[in-house]
């Protein structure tokens, strides 16, 4: 695959090898939210659908806040003070370095955990969870957000960034969109 543009590119070595795909999950994943992040204008943030939708620069924020939260409060990642996450300037620019610098400290404190650690329960919100299974919830949440904002890219007539493989306006060589039953058929 050729994705054309990488945030992080060197991805910590887990502790236990087994977590390897975590890091490496959590590096990809935010690779791809700032590829889509990246393709919105300064001029798009306030871009909604709809009146009872969130904008992009909304969406943003959410994001943003909402990380430090999960990684902060359910799995105890060193978070800078929530007044300190959001630019103290909103463009595109800023938040996708902010987002970028986020992901590298969560990655480093999470490459150091143990099997222990990430099978051991933890609160969230007023349940108690594994803390692997926290961490996959986040990574669903931000996919949840990300594939939001690929439809208010398309909606703004903008090209739509690959994330899981082309899309219509990024092609390569080699890729399937597996879209007939015979495609499907392949083992």
Not at 6 to 16: C, L
Not at 132 to 147: G, K, N
Request: net charge positive; charged share 20%.
């Amino acid at each position: 695959m050729d994705y054309p543009f990488t945030a992080i590119g060197s991805v910590p070595q887990a502790n236990a090898a087994a977590f390897q795909h975590v890091m490496d999950t959590y590096a990809s994943e935010t690779n791809k939210l700032i590829a889509v992040w990246r393709a919105f204008s300064d001029s798009d943030l306030a871009f909604r659908p709809h009146a009872k939708s969130s904008t992009v620069g909304d969406i943003f924020k959410h994001e943003l806040l909402s990380g430090r939260r999960f990684f902060g409060e359910f799995l105890q990642t060193a978070e800078p003070d929530a007044a300190m996450v959001l630019p103290p300037v909103m463009n595109v620019a800023r938040c996708c370095e902010q987002m970028q610098t986020l992901a590298q400290n969560r990655l480093t404190f999470l490459a150091s955990r143990t099997p222990e650690w990430w099978f051991a329960e933890a609160p969230f919100f007023d349940v108690n969870r594994q803390r692997i299974w926290i961490f996959w919830r986040r990574v669903l949440h931000t996919a949840h957000h990300r594939s939001q904002l690929t439809v208010y890219l398309r909606l703004l007539d903008k090209e739509v960034p690959a994330t899981y493989g082309p899309t219509a306006d990024v092609k390569w060589a080699g890729a399937d969109p597996t879209h007939t039953v015979e495609a499907a058929k392949r083992r």
